[in-house]
């Protein structure tokens, strides 16, 4: 299968133009709100914008559009049959990795603010395969390459879909089956930052989330998942890594390094 353009000329790569266009199928017998969307007119989000986000053709929603809708002041329970019609076009341009909110970790936040059964199982298993999908593609790309992680922190995003009200045990499973070198070096470098210095989950999103932050110290304490890191890591060729280019000092946490402190922790 090759790799299809979006309206704006992005190309995904196939997976995710597969659960993308799977995302339209499920959600696609939801209509356009016809009232004032779920946001705040008086400072949050401009009137305008608000009109157009209704009437515009539903691929032509931007990300400017959703970046407002998303940051703007809402109910404590989002209204599921708003947020339905938007979501295929908020997880096409997730998969772009455009910015939807200034924080990734809140991205899906109107998601997994609606009732917990405001979705089919259908339109579920839909944004499920996404998750799945999205992150096996961003544990491919690294630091600032282009990809769907948009240069988040791999833990980032298993906090958003979390927030999401997406489960994230599949999306764990595959991280530790994943062999590809990229993924290690996600792994490090998310734990190495966000976890080992405490053991603990380091994300001010993730304080009021005691379910994510016991799920994510589970997989990443549990013997033989830190077994299997630490024979990947051993793997990774880390010749052509020196310190950061910007480091002139020579004592800067490089890639290297930030393998061999996750290594010598997850060893003990």
């Not at 196939?14 to 007119?41: E, I, N, S």
Request: contains cysteine; charged residues 20%; hydrophobic residues 40%.
């Amino acid at each position: 299968m090759k790799a299809q353009a979006t309206a704006n000329g992005t190309v995904l790569p196939p997976a995710l133009r597969t659960v993308v266009d799977a995302a339209y199928a499920a959600f696609q017998h939801h209509a356009a709100p016809t009232g004032t969307l779920d946001v705040c007119l008086a400072c949050c989000m401009d009137e305008a914008m608000e009109r157009e986000m209704r009437r515009l053709p539903l691929r032509q929603v931007s990300t400017r559009h959703f970046y407002e809708y998303n940051g703007s002041a809402k109910s404590s329970e989002q209204p599921a049959e708003e947020l339905a019609y938007f979501l295929p076009r908020m997880l096409e341009l997730l998969a772009q990795g455009e910015e939807l909110h200034h924080s990734t970790e809140l991205y899906l936040d109107r998601l997994g603010n609606c009732s917990a059964h405001a979705l089919s199982p259908r339109e579920r298993a839909a944004v499920d395969a996404f998750a799945l999908a999205f992150f096996r593609e961003g544990l491919g790309h690294l630091g600032r390459e282009p990809g769907p992680f948009n240069g988040a922190n791999a833990f980032d995003i298993l906090l958003m879909f979390h927030k999401g009200g997406v489960s994230i045990d599949p999306l764990l499973a595959h991280w530790l089956q994943d062999e590809r070198g990229s993924a290690v070096l996600h792994y490090a470098n998310a734990s190495y930052w966000d976890f080992w210095g405490q053991r603990e989950i380091q994300n001010a999103f993730a304080e009021d989330q005691p379910v994510f932050r016991e799920t994510m110290k589970a997989w990443l304490l549990d013997a033989g998942n830190r077994q299997r890191f630490a024979q990947k890591i051993l793997a990774v060729d880390t010749s052509a890594m020196g310190p950061p280019t910007h480091c002139t000092c020579g004592n800067c946490m490089g890639q290297r390094q930030v393998l061999e402190s996750v290594f010598d922790m997850i060893s003990e």
